[in-house]
């Protein structure tokens, strides 16, 4: 089983939709969770941390569901500059190596 | 500015010889570490560095070295390169302790024929 699983998607979305994925974990001494975005085979930059509490950055919201052992991204208001891909990243405590989904794409259309 | 600086960028080369790609940062982490990615399987760890002369293997190190002599520079090394090791190549740096975000370089893409 895959440390990190994510549904590949693509998820096509018309502008102004939203869109949400989910990330599953096997790990549960998991201890710090974040979303990167890839775009094109570029490299992946942070788009936000997951705290337990969820967070929200503008448009974007994060949750964490530990019980499960999921995370997930919630994407309102989609912008065309919204299609990536979107990577799952898990931390384990007391590990500083990181596990990384295979990635969500997301495809916002006109 | 901050940045992660990977050279090559775009890398054809023969089965069998040998290959540096470079990585050097401008952040003074401690922590570097290389990916490889291909699809359908995400990034692949492929050695790591928690700081200057100590490095360890990640998940996928067959076929790769590594050395980091300066603490801004982590190069990855293919002593004898085959088809197998065609991949995007990832270097990152992070810093130790809270938060711990890794700075990606923009990528290698590498061709062995």
């Known amino acids: 089983r895959k440390e990190v699983e994510q549904d590949p998607g693509p998820f096509n979305v018309p502008e102004g939709a939203t869109v949400a994925f989910n990330c599953t974990y096997s790990?549960?001494?998991?201890?710090?969770f974040f979303w990167y975005r890839q775009d094109c085979r570029k490299e992946p930059k942070l788009l936000m941390s997951?705290?337990?509490s969820g967070n929200e950055d503008g448009r974007f919201t994060a949750q964490l569901n530990r019980a499960s052992q999921y995370i997930s991204l919630l994407i309102r208001d989609s912008k065309l500059s919204d299609s990536a891909t979107y990577l799952c990243?898990?931390?384990?405590?007391?590990?500083?190596?990181?596990?990384f989904g295979a990635g969500t794409t997301v495809t916002v259309r006109a | 500015e901050a940045q992660v600086t990977q050279n090559p960028r775009y890398l054809i080369t023969v089965t069998g010889k040998k290959l540096t790609v470079t990585c050097s940062q401008n952040?003074?982490?401690?922590?570097m570490s290389w990916y490889r990615q291909d699809p359908g399987l995400g990034l692949r760890q492929i050695y790591y560095?928690?700081?200057?002369?100590?490095?360890d293997k990640g998940d996928v190190p067959e076929g790769y070295k590594v050395s980091r002599k300066e603490k801004r520079n982590f190069p990855l090394i293919l002593e004898s390169p085959s088809p197998n090791q065609t991949s995007l190549y990832f270097c990152?740096?992070?810093?130790?302790?809270?938060?711990?975000?890794?700075?990606f370089g923009q990528g290698t893409r590498l061709t062995v024929v």
């Open positions: 990152a740096s992070s810093p130790l302790g809270t938060g711990f975000e890794a700075f």
């Open positions: 790990n549960s001494a998991s201890q710090s």
């Open positions: 952040m003074n982490h401690e922590y």
């Open positions: 990243v898990v931390k384990p405590s007391g590990d500083y190596k990181l596990s």
């Open positions: 997951v705290y337990s």
């Open positions: 560095s928690m700081n200057v002369e100590v490095t």
